[in-house]
């Protein structure tokens, strides 16, 4: 492996390689051997609890949150995150306008069709207001004829 020139205020990242011998260096169980047996001294005060005897369990590394998946992202592409969100806002307000859309004309038609309705029970009361108008009419003809021949 080849080394680079390392510039001192600048960052410089590792490679798949180096990232994969220090995941493994860092989930190896290294074991060191005691070189001297100390006996525990009960009387200390000061005496530590860990017991060496004990292997340390190491645990497998966590995944990132969805959440800090999406803030890093976010943070990460906060152009491309703006526009996204100015696209999601348009597309929502559409889909919300074309429903309101579809209700007020539902509505509409409702209130036509009840207009209608309305308007052939007025035509219906309308004739029958006219033919009780035109019995109206007729006898009352008929009593001023009858009221003229008495009278005359």
């Known amino acids: 492996m080849k080394t680079k020139k390392l510039i001192r205020n600048e960052h410089v990242g590792k490679t798949f390689h ?11 169980k290294i074991e060191t051997e005691k070189t001297e047996s100390d006996p525990i001294d009960i009387d200390k005060t000061n005496e530590s609890s860990y017991n060496e ?11 990132k949150s969805l959440l800090l998946v999406i803030k890093d992202y976010a943070n990460n592409y906060w152009f491309i995150t703006i526009i996204g969100g100015l696209i999601v806002v ?5 889909v919300t ?13 409702e209130k036509i069709s009840n207009l ?8 219906n009361g309308l004739s ?4 009780n108008f035109e019995i109206f009419k007729t006898e009352v003809i008929k009593d001023l004829e009858y009221i003229k021949k008495k009278f005359h």
Request: hydrophobic letters at 35%.
């Open 18 to 28: 180096e990232k994969e011998a220090y995941r493994q260096f860092l989930s190896s």
């Open 53 to 63: 005897d004990e292997i340390p369990h190491l645990s497998k590394t966590q995944k």
């Open 90 to 94: 348009a597309i929502v307000s559409l």
């Open 97 to 109: 306008f074309s429903v309101n859309m579809k209700i007020s004309q539902a509505v509409q038609g």
């Open 116 to 123: 209608e309705k309305v308007n052939d029970e007025n035509k």
């Open 128 to 131: 029958n207001l006219k033919q």
